[in-house]
């Protein structure tokens, strides 16, 4: 398999976090891709121009992470990230669903706070910082239930809190939210976590 990435990209983490803990990472190539360069072929791979995008050993193009993911569950019948039925299923899947909509409006926060002075959207930027907050306020009810399971709510949920620390950290979420902190505390120490760290190209 080969996987279009890139090193900053949340979504893409979820997918390489999935990928370790389901013991399947060394099958999949990593093709580092810039959706920013002109010169780049992602949108022959994904025609929304966006990373990650999956090539399966059938030649089969995969995009948008929670898709990725699923594939990548099925591979392994030893363990499952998103649960096969009832309560168990419906909590994680809603759970990948909150964290990638924090994830979707930190993005949208990241891109309109980089507008140059007289187009940029005070107004916007604080819907998106609203979005977060009440989505962080949902993760904080329910933290102290999250306990050690491994699926993709949780592996969602850690990356999203990892994107708001690598790009936010001046916010602090955690003062609001100390339940959820003292669980990401641990869940960030696995060695998945640690392995994908985000960091900015050098």
Same mark, same amino acid.
Request: include cysteine; proline fraction near 7%.
């Given at each position: 398999?080969?996987?279009?990435? #890139?090193?900053? #990209?949340?979504?893409?983490?979820?997918?390489?976090?999935?990928?370790?803990?389901?013991?399947?990472? *060394?099958?999949?190539?990593?093709?580092?891709?810039?959706?920013?360069? +002109?010169?780049?072929? %992602?949108?022959?791979?994904?025609?929304?121009?966006?990373? +990650? $995008?999956?090539?399966?050993?059938?030649?089969?193009?995969?995009?948008?992470?929670?898709?990725?993911?699923?594939? !990548?569950? #099925?591979?392994?019948? @030893?363990?499952?990230? %998103?649960?096969?039925?009832?309560?168990?299923?419906?909590?994680?899947?809603?759970?990948? =669903?909150? =964290?990638?909509?924090?994830? &979707?409006? $930190?993005?949208?926060?990241?891109?309109?706070?980089?507008?140059?002075?007289?187009?940029?959207?005070?107004?916007?930027?604080?819907?998106?910082?609203?979005?977060?907050?009440? *989505?962080?306020?949902?993760?904080?009810?329910? $933290?102290?239930?999250?306990? !050690? @399971? %491994?699926?993709?709510?949780?592996? *969602?949920?850690?990356?999203?809190?990892?994107?708001?620390?690598?790009?936010? =950290?001046? &916010?602090?979420?955690? *003062? /609001?939210?100390?339940?959820?902190? @003292?669980?990401? &505390?641990?869940?960030? /120490?696995? +060695?998945?976590?640690?392995?994908?760290?985000?960091? &900015?190209?050098?």
């Amino acid at each position: 398999m080969k996987l279009h990435y #890139s090193p900053t #990209s949340p979504y893409v983490r979820k997918v390489l976090v999935s990928a370790i803990e389901l013991g399947i990472s *060394a099958s999949i190539e990593l093709l580092p891709t810039n959706v920013w360069d +002109p010169n780049t072929n %992602i949108a022959s791979h994904n025609p929304l121009g966006k990373v +990650p $995008a999956l090539m399966t050993e059938g030649s089969e193009i995969l995009y948008d992470s929670p898709v990725i993911v699923d594939y !990548l569950d #099925s591979l392994n019948p @030893d363990l499952e990230l %998103i649960p096969a039925s009832g309560r168990a299923r419906w909590n994680a899947l809603r759970r990948q =669903a909150l =964290a990638d909509g924090i994830l &979707d409006a $930190a993005i949208l926060r990241l891109l309109e706070e980089k507008r140059p002075d007289g187009e940029r959207s005070d107004g916007w930027i604080a819907r998106q910082k609203g979005v977060i907050n009440r *989505a962080l306020a949902q993760f904080e009810s329910e $933290a102290d239930g999250f306990g !050690l @399971d %491994i699926n993709i709510g949780t592996i *969602a949920t850690g990356v999203a809190l990892g994107y708001l620390d690598f790009r936010f =950290a001046g &916010d602090n979420w955690r *003062a /609001d939210n100390p339940a959820l902190a @003292d669980w990401f &505390d641990i869940f960030c /120490d696995r +060695p998945s976590m640690v392995e994908t760290t985000p960091k &900015d190209p050098t």
